[in-house]
């Protein structure tokens, strides 16, 4: 890929890797705050967060619902599926303080991520992260993995006010990056809001493809990888 001189890369479970650190974060609220009381089969009670987390995800990407809605809903919903008899909202909240701040404590990356970030730093890139994430806990999971001083900039959503994929975050990020669309590639794994809105953005994609979507479904990705260390012989 020529001519970039620009990387933004998505940060959860593109290169922190929020699956595997959120299942470790998810039981542990669950046992800290005694949910086996009123749930005792945790796979259910993963199974109904896990489900409501996602739904709610897709309606913040694009701006249907407030950060603070999704925080304190999806364990709102969760905690009066599985039989919780308190008070849902303020215990949602409590629970979702508590997993955050756990969250963001966790160290695992992405398989290849360490060694993609500082081969692009050994070429020269402008390496950068662009995330929807909540800006309380991103800076956190990078110093938490030890990967902080490999980022010139980490570009929330938080600070603009505009989730990716719409077009704000990205012209956002040019204007706080100083770079050009022209030089510029994101490297996510998210198609829709990484890959579709960066294209309509005019920047050069690189869809991270780790759930195995039928290539025929991407046709707005420039190129597709299925994992990390392939990026190694694109740029």
């Not at 409501?52 to 905690?79: A, C, S, V």
């Not at 966790?106 to 909540?134: H, M, W």
């Not at 294209?199 to 994609?205: F, L, P, Q, V, Y």
Request: hydrophobic share 40%; proline share 3%.
């Amino acid at each position: 890929m020529e001519n970039i001189s620009t990387v933004f890369i998505d940060l959860d479970d593109t290169v922190w890797w929020f699956t595997e650190n959120s299942k470790v974060s998810l039981r542990h609220v669950y046992n800290h705050f005694g949910m086996a009381e009123f749930c005792p089969d945790y796979d259910t009670f993963k199974a109904v967060y896990l489900a409501k987390n996602k739904e709610l995800w897709e309606l913040y990407h694009y701006g249907k619902i407030t950060k603070d809605f999704l925080t304190t809903e999806r364990f709102r919903y969760t905690l009066e599926q599985t039989g919780y008899s308190g008070d849902c909202l303020a215990m949602g909240a409590s629970v979702d303080d508590e997993y955050l701040h756990f969250l963001s404590l966790q160290p695992t990356l992405v398989p290849g991520a360490r060694q993609l970030l500082e081969y692009l730093n050994a070429k020269g890139y402008d390496v950068n992260i662009l995330s929807n994430g909540f800006k309380q806990v991103q800076a956190r999971k990078l110093a938490s993995a030890g990967v902080s001083h490999l980022f010139s900039h980490i570009v929330l959503s938080d600070d603009c006010g505009v989730t990716k994929p719409l077009p704000g975050i990205f012209e956002y990020a040019l204007s706080v990056c100083n770079a050009s669309a022209e030089t510029s590639v994101m490297i996510g794994d998210n198609y829709d809001a990484d890959i579709c809105g960066a294209h309509a953005a005019g920047w050069r994609t690189i869809f991270f493809n780790k759930a195995g979507i039928p290539t025929e479904e991407c046709r707005q990705a420039d190129i597709i990888v299925g994992t990390l260390p392939e990026i190694h012989q694109i740029l």
